[in-house]
């Protein structure tokens, strides 16, 4: 079994927000371009544990998002992230905004590198 990771640094400017059913993550694509993907909450409590969120205290070498590949599938996601959701790297979505549609195939992980 094979496990393989990919690190993908999280640019200055870019945001872990909370949102009603899970995290949202923005992040600066390979091309440049802002990406966003939706991690459910539930992926941080089920047995499988599709992700984990590892709070830090502050510094320079985070926020950062580890996905890791099991045999060339997505097999989970960690997330270290400034502990204090006070932090400008946090956020929250705005009151009525629709973020639904990352978080419509809650059984896969699909990243835009």
Partial sequence: MVLSELVQFIESGSKFIIAGQGYLIQYQT????????????????????????????????????SIFYREGEFSHVRLYV?????????????????????????????FKY
């Fill in 30 to 65: 390979s091309t440049n371009m802002i990406g966003t993907v939706g991690i459910p909450y539930e992926w941080f409590t089920n047995a499988a544990a599709n992700a984990e969120l590892i709070n830090l205290p502050p510094g320079k070498s985070w926020p950062t998002m």
């Fill in 82 to 110: 400034h502990r204090n959701k006070g932090h400008s790297t946090w956020s929250v979505t705005p009151q009525g905004a629709d973020v639904s549609r990352y978080f419509q195939d809650a059984e896969s992980f699909t």
